[in-house]
């Protein structure tokens, strides 16, 4: 992983056979970001995408082993109710045939290229678990 600072925000490219999610966390650690959004575009050869159903309040999830054309990779990062660093990543990945999937990113393993524009929020927000939905969800209450 390489990043680079920008007068908008950073870019962060990550190199074949890295994880999208890990290196984020990585990044982030490095820079001492807490808050902030991101979006990218890619190639990963793998990737586990995950659908979480409000119902059930769990995911499922399939993986994909191939290579992927990654449509759109969109996020944040925010502190967890335990101050743990919280990625939340959905991605849309395009298979060799066209076919498109996509959903809530588990994580990817880079084939061939990712570039993300990652913009930190100066800002000290922190996600809360919420009872109805089951998730851990962007407190800006406060409370």
């Known amino acids: 992983m390489e990043y680079k600072k920008t ?16 290196e984020l966390k990585k990044f982030c650690e490095l820079e001492g970001i807490k808050n902030g959004w991101f979006s990218g575009i890619g190639a990963p050869d793998w990737a586990e995408i995950a659908h979480y ?15 992927l054309e990654m449509i759109s990779l969109l996020g944040n990062v925010f ?3 335990e101050n743990e660093l919280v990625i939340h990543a959905h991605i849309s990945v395009g298979r060799p045939d066209g076919e498109m999937r996509g959903g809530h990113l588990v994580e990817a393993r880079i084939g061939g290229a990712c ?20 998730l851990k969800i962007l407190n800006l209450s406060g409370q």
């Not at 007068?7 to 890990?22: L, P, Y």
């Not at 930190?120 to 996600?127: D, G, H, N, T, V």
């Open 115 to 134: 570039e993300i524009l990652f913009t930190p929020i100066e800002a000290s927000l922190k996600k809360k678990f919420d009872e109805e939905t089951g």
């Open 7 to 22: 007068n908008q925000g950073m870019i962060v490219k990550i190199v074949k056979g890295e994880k999208i999610v890990e």
């Open 79 to 81: 502190l967890g109710p």
């Open 53 to 67: 159903s409000v119902v059930d309040k769990k995911y499922s999830s399939f993986v994909l082993e191939e290579p």
